[in-house]
């Protein structure tokens, strides 16, 4: 991530204000604080301030962390470590008694292998070390929503590259399965600074379902391979909305919403149980094929 992407990521200010209240709450001074995927630094600085004594971890480049750092009069008890969390050798600066780790994407099916390493970590923990988040809670629901039908998109990109095979007198097969594949931002809704997915053309056919949860102080469990929702009313079963909720002590830290594709979408009735795969076309794709 650049300084532009921290950027937006602290103007949801919500969720920064609630992590710098769980600092101040949990962080002791003269304790060990892990801030894994550190970004920006700002979370490392508030942990500084409360008294401990921080590493912070990031692939990306950590300038911004140790300016911010150095003008809030923190530097001397911020490390700054730039690398891969899964491969950097943490032994000789731990073991932590506070891990930060706000390492999430803002999409289930991109999850899976940051909660893997966050589990991991876990060995650079001192017995007791406080978790943040503790849980990631996900859900689900049905919608009927149009805008987010992934057949007809794919129709509108099909009528789009014959136009230019017609325009340029050549054949663009290759360019329509390569752009049918790893869905483009541009195919997801937008969200509000409150991690809401805006999708006016929505309506649900289903209630807010419970689907997994991550939870760190428990050896880790298998994602589950499929999603089954009961519909309580009628529609075209375009979409599922997600949403993903950073737990500390039974309380939301934030919530994120984000959007699958059912596909292909079946017409339901209220009663009927549609079963999806959650499995490798779903994470490359977006799409929830039948199971
Ligand atoms: C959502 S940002 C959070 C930034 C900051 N901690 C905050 O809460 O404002 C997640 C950060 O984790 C970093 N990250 C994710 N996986 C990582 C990994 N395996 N190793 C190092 N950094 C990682 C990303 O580069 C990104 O800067």
């Not at 102080?217 to 950073?246: C, I, K, R, Y």
């Amino acid at each position: 991530m650049n300084a532009h992407q921290h950027y937006a990521l602290l103007r949801r200010k919500p969720r920064a204000l609630a992590l710098r209240r769980i600092i101040q709450e949990v962080v002791k001074p003269g304790q060990m604080v892990l801030d894994a995927g550190c970004g920006s630094g700002l979370l490392s600085v508030w942990a500084a301030q409360a008294g401990a004594i921080v590493v912070g971890v990031d692939f990306a480049d950590l300038a911004l962390a140790r300016a911010l750092a150095t003008e809030n009069g923190v530097a001397d008890r911020t490390t700054f470590l730039q690398g891969d969390l899964n491969a950097i050798g943490l032994e000789e600066h731990g073991p932590f008694d506070v891990l930060l780790a706000m390492v999430y994407l803002k999409d289930p099916r991109r999850d899976h292998g940051a909660s893997a390493m966050v589990h991991d970590l876990g060995r650079h923990l001192r017995p007791g070390a406080v978790r943040v988040p503790d849980q990631v809670r996900y859900t689900a629901q049905a919608l009927d929503c149009r805008s987010q039908h992934f057949a007809s998109r794919m129709a509108d990109l099909d009528r789009g590259v014959k136009e230019l095979e017609v325009a340029f007198g050549m054949r663009m097969d290759s360019f329509r399965s390569a752009m049918g594949h790893r869905p483009p931002k541009e195919a997801f809704p937008v969200r509000d600074d409150a991690g809401v997915v805006l999708l006016p053309d929505a309506r649900a056919l289903s209630e807010v379902r419970p689907w997994h949860t991550v939870d760190y102080s428990l050896p880790a469990t298998p994602w589950p391979d499929h999603l089954a929702l009961t519909m309580n009313a009628p529609g075209s079963f375009t979409t599922v909305l997600w949403q993903q909720e950073l737990m500390f002590r039974d309380a939301l830290i934030f919530r994120n919403g984000s959007v699958g594709w059912v596909h292909p979408a079946p017409e339901v009735a209220a009663g009927d149980t549609v079963r999806s795969r959650t499995g490798t076309e779903w994470h490359i794709d977006n799409l929830l094929l039948p199971v």
